[in-house]
């Protein structure tokens, strides 16, 4: 073939003008990732709040499968309840459609009742009960019942021992219910009540007095009672006592001790003659082959798990995904074979130790979190993890990115010295981006570091 100056010609164009094209696009990707870069730096890594802190952040685009930011993306940090994002993960994987209360078998006009770690039972957000109902039309005597094979703490790996009494650390169990707390508070009569309460009087809740004016409270009409006083468990026992207190009460929830041993007391109270106090332990049968009773849509669930952090429904979601991947209830079990197998394309293996975040054994990086993130989105789609997710205005993000609801869907954690946030943004031409930022050892308010990091995803979404 004889080559013409005029079609050298238009050769030597045609590759001027892709060459451009790709500098060009080279030029502006660099030119996001610098013009991120120092938005991070002005807004983040310099604001006063992060001047002695550590903080990692990754921005991602997985249109393109490529990083447009990363600052210590890759190192490890303690993510707080940012960790409900993996849990929130395994549990829209493995949970089904709807969550199943408990599986049954009969046999001679006995029901035998297998507990799957449904954490609604009773609890005071769902106001239909299909296990209550299960159990009030069965005809038959019911009979607790358990393979033997359920292994895990009423406290995850590394939960901090003194925040026995706050409401967030409510004890892990079998077959929860009430949410595993009392609920103490005046009704409408003004009588201080606790529920869940047995009317037996050799096991009804006892409620000493240490305000000064005795120990056991006979009345507990609030004309008798201090104003300001406090409600805590001894440690050991299901024992409530009144302190001083500078505020007036105003109700209190209370994490209930060993809430397996206090379940087989109400259910005798509640369902009568027909309970059978005696469990009974089949070790050799297989749950995956019992009837069950589903109880509600698994996203009713995952929603409040994830707008307010509910540390309760995170780690009993994650002793129902093992129930329903294993065959038994393990949280290190089932945290080891998610590990092995969904997430063992992680970009770092993290050190997960519970479902709730409480702990600070747990060790994710932001790059980690981008990840699952990335995997929800590819599994599920953004229409279900919308609904489940909080954007601006909501849960635990109500007093953050107002704005931008409908257009920013991401995870909070604190605890002392953290800040997390990770999740999903739109930007203002549309496209989807998603970010994980963790900081750890900040001393100053969480307010302040929520703040900064607030203006550093506004700003990426105003500006890509």
Known sequence: MRTTPHSLNRFCSTHFYFSLFIFATLLSSCSVQQRIARSAKARVLQAPALQTAHVGISIYDPASGKYLYNYQGDKYFVPASNTKIATCYAAMKYLGDSLVGLRYQTANGVTDIFPAGDPGFLHKDFAQQPVLDFLRNNQGKIRLAYTGKDNFEKFGSGWSWNDYNEYYMAERSLMPLFGNVFTVAFDSRDSLIIRPDLQDDMYRIPLWDETGSGRDIISRKKADLPTNFRIKRLPDMNTLVMYDARAAFTGQEIPVQNPDAFLPLYLSELLGEKF??????????QTKDLRKICSRPTDSLLKPLMHRSDNFFAEQSLLMVSNEKLGFMNDAAIIDTILKTDFKDLPQAPRWADGSGLSRYNLFTPQDFVMILHKMEKEFGMERIKAIFPTGGEGTISAYYKKDAGFIFGKTGTLSGVVAFSGFLYTKKGKLLLFSTLVNNHRSSAT????????????????Y
């Open 448 to 463: 302040d570091v929520r703040k900064a990091i607030e203006k550093f995803l506004t700003g990426l979404r105003e500006k």
């Open 276 to 285: 059978n106090p005696q469990a009974s332990v089949l070790p050799g049968l």
